[in-house]
């Protein structure tokens, strides 16, 4: 009688998992929803292009959807990024080169923090496409579970305080710099005679109206859409150097989709990146017309006054080549003939 109860039962057991697969395939269970994770605010530069990715994706292809996830509400800073993507708890993001390099050990990612280095970000995305960029790529692969989509950026670094002017370096001298946690974004302000602040990007705004800090460098758009300038009075656009990110996506999950939902995210991926790259030129100009309307005094630099700024710290990459892979550097300076 056991042996008949226990066969009754698998009997049972089959019929019922038959029953939730047809069920499952009826329902379209072979849908897959791809979490992206940004720190920025709704509506910011880096969340517009992670919005097309979303409508891209989803027009390619119905079973992919896509939850954007802003504000910080899954990590509180890059590093944090990281590891979402790397483990999976968030599935497409894109992080600063130099949070990469922090996490792998790849040091050609530093070059992207040398202080005008790249006339523009034409001649770095440039760079970035060509058979250099390709090979950061594959190190990148080598040495996590991620694969790389490509590149795109945030904009180009201004320099915004609530003191003073700052139209030269000794402008800075004393101020209580933020900046990114970067051995080259730190060097750079301390060159320029301030005190760098490694804050955490969600304390900015906080630390500006409490004068924890003084001043923060990083991208003009970042500044415009998370509202960072609401607290600074002056701005100096300096661009002397710009934010490139990876965009990537967690190994695993890609390779457990559909050749139909892969082909779907590489189409989604080349179209974020052009729309992308193009947006942070765009948004610039934006967000220093609009800083301007809020009461921002803007100072950008002349030739004569970026000539003084990239004389006061061209030791930065001189002094920190041992994290600067040098056989790569010399590369890039080759590919922009200096």
């Known amino acids: 009688m056991k042996k008949i109860y226990y066969f009754v039962f698998l009997a049972m057991v089959v019929f019922v998992l038959a029953a939730c697969g047809d069920s499952d395939e009826a329902s379209g269970s072979g849908g897959v929803t ?15 292009g992670y919005e097309k990715f979303k409508e891209v994706i989803e027009e390619e292809n119905e079973d992919v959807k896509v939850e954007l996830y802003a504000n910080g509400q899954l990590a509180s800073s890059d590093d944090q990024q990281l590891e979402l993507v790397m483990n999976g708890t968030a599935h497409v993001l894109s992080v600063p080169t130099s949070t990469v390099s922090t996490a792998t050990g790849i040091n050609a990612l530093n070059l992207f923090d040398v202080p005008f280095l790249f006339p523009s970000l034409e001649e770095m995305y440039a760079v970035l496409d060509s058979e250099i960029g390709d090979n950061l790529a594959k190190q990148i692969e080598e040495k996590t579970n991620v694969k790389v989509l490509g590149f795109i950026d945030l904009g180009t670094f201004s320099i915004g305080n609530t003191s003073k002017p700052i139209k030269k370096p000794e402008d800075l001298e004393g101020l209580k710099i933020r900046s990114m946690n970067a051995k080259l974004h730190i060097n750079t302000v301390e060159a320029l005679g301030a005190t760098p602040s490694p804050l955490a990007y969600g304390e900015v705004y906080t630390g500006l109206e409490q004068g924890t800090i003084d001043g923060l460098q990083t991208t003009t758009s970042l500044i ?115």
Do not use: C, W
């Open 34 to 48: 791809l979490k992206m994770s940004t720190l920025s605010a709704d509506g910011a530069l880096i969340h517009e």
């Open 224 to 338: 415009y859409g998370d509202r960072l300038y609401e607290p600074l009075n002056y701005l100096t656009v300096t661009r002397h150097v710009a934010l490139p990110h990876v965009l990537m996506v967690n190994k695993g999950f890609y390779e457990g989709l559909t050749d139909e939902q892969k082909a779907a995210v590489d189409k989604a991926a080349e179209e974020h990146i052009k729309f992308a790259r193009q947006l942070s030129i765009d948004d610039e100009k934006v967000a220093i017309d609009t800083m301007k309307e809020a009461g921002v005094e803007v100072h950008e630099l002349s030739d004569e006054e970026i000539a003084m700024f990239s004389e006061q710290t061209k030791a930065v990459a001189e002094n920190n080549m041992d994290i600067l892979d040098e056989e790569v550097y010399q590369q890039v300076l080759e590919f922009l003939n200096k």
